[in-house]
């Protein structure tokens, strides 16, 4: 499935992969797209493409949030707040709205001594037109403990490759090290 929105003059299409519910054809388990394109059948009756849309989000966002991975959208800009960033944020001690309101910002996170490093490598990886790439940095959890993180991030363009997000997630690895 392709998402397609429509932001300020900006394009943003990202292919999900989360098609169909299920592969064994159960009725339950099938979205099937109506020919009108703002409603779709779903266990035959007729739901908008937003409803679709919230559906398919929250399952997103129920499965990230049971697992170990912290997952976030975020701008390229220094301090901007964190558009998403999942639950698994708690386990370091801050809330999800800390970022989301930028209370915190993602730069708090990282290590004082990790960052200039960190946000060479970001820019550098941005500029060379990367899509993707992966850190391994230090964060301070909220009571000032240190722990390490790597980092996975695909970098998200708008269609003159101007950089719009970054994307990714943040696996804890200190037990790993």
């Known amino acids: 499935m392709i998402l397609s929105s429509k932001t300020g003059g900006v394009t943003i299409s990202q292919n999900t992969g989360f098609g169909k519910f299920g592969n064994n054809n159960r009725k339950e388990d099938s979205l099937k797209e ?14 908008d493409v ?5 559906l398919r989000i929250r399952a997103l966002e129920g499965l990230v949030n049971n697992t170990r991975v912290i997952a ?40 004082p001594d990790d960052f200039d490093r960190v946000y060479l490598e970001l820019t550098e990886n941005a500029l060379e037109g990367a ?18 993180v790597e980092e996975r991030t695909a970098i998200m363009r708008d269609e003159n490759g101007k950089v719009i ?5 943040l696996e804890d690895i200190t037990d790993k090290k």
């Not at 109506?34 to 739901?47: A, F, M, P, R, Y």
């Not at 997000?165 to 997630?169: D, L």
Request: charged share 35%; hydrophobic share 30%; proline share 2%.
């Open 34 to 47: 109506d020919s009108n394109q703002d409603t779709v059948k779903c266990d035959g009756e007729l739901i």
């Open 50 to 54: 937003q409803k679709k849309m919230e």
């Open 72 to 111: 976030f959208l975020r701008s390229p800009k220094e301090d901007a707040p964190v558009e998403f960033i999942s639950e698994g944020i708690e386990s370091f001690g801050y809330k999800v709205e800390d970022l989301t309101s930028g209370k915190i910002t993602f730069k708090d996170l990282i290590h």
């Open 131 to 148: 899509s993707d790439f992966r850190q391994t940095y230090r964060i301070r959890t909220k009571k000032g403990y240190v722990r390490v």
């Open 165 to 169: 997000y970054y994307q990714g997630v």
